[in-house]
């Protein structure tokens, strides 16, 4: 299955292009600023770029855990590998923050202006990757408390493609049906407010990219 997940060319810096152009299970289209993306809000611009480094994230633990670089287990011993294991702890958490900011700040304001049903979907899909993001966060704490060996290197596989597979889906539906319709949802003060709440408590650099090619 491909996804589509659209960023804006002021999103995306060559590197990360890379990265995400590795991740097989999506299909990355980007558009110039004169595109459909030019026309965000300010609280769309924020939770765009948002999305657009949980993707890097999502693609990098992808590419850790299939092909070539999948037969390879992640050595805590290897000071680099440690250093990326504790930063996707970290990551893991910040990415259900987010979640927990649109369910707890966002959702309610686009219930009050007819996007129940659409809340209620992507608040379904939380529930679903909420647990998923832990089980993973959980193996990883454990490999660097205690090792790795095969029974743990194929548990994080197997939760890291289960999450892959969510985030994809859930990603590209977030982009489509609420950063690219804030304007329809949120008047421009309440939108204006959120956006320097959401930067100055979350700001998007706070999700770090651990695993990341270097092709």
Known sequence: ??????????SVRRGDVLDILHCSRSLLHVLS?????????????VLHEEH????????????????????HPID???EQEKEQLRQLVVSLDQVIDHNAFEEAVLF??????????????????????GPLAKRLRRIATTILDHGMD???WSAFRS???????????????????????LRG????ETDHRLALRHLAERPPTRIKIPFQTTT
């Not at 209620?120 to 990757?129: F, K, Y």
């Open 1 to 10: 299955m491909a996804y589509l997940i659209i960023f804006s060319a002021n």
């Open 33 to 45: 600023r004169n595109g459909p993306v030019a026309y965000l809000s300010e609280l769309g611009e």
């Open 52 to 71: 657009f480094r949980i993707l890097s994230l999502i693609c990098g633990i992808e590419s850790r855990v299939t092909g070539a670089d999948g037969q």
């Open 76 to 78: 805590p011993k290897d």
């Open 108 to 129: 309610p304001l686009l219930c009050t202006h007819g996007g129940g049903d659409l809340t209620s979907l992507l608040t379904q899909e939380h529930v679903t990757i």
């Open 150 to 152: 095969a029974e743990r």
């Open 159 to 181: 939760a890291a493609t289960k999450l892959v597979t969510e985030m994809m889906a859930h990603l590209q539906k977030e982009e489509l049906t609420v950063v690219q319709k």
């Open 185 to 188: 949802f949120l008047d421009v």
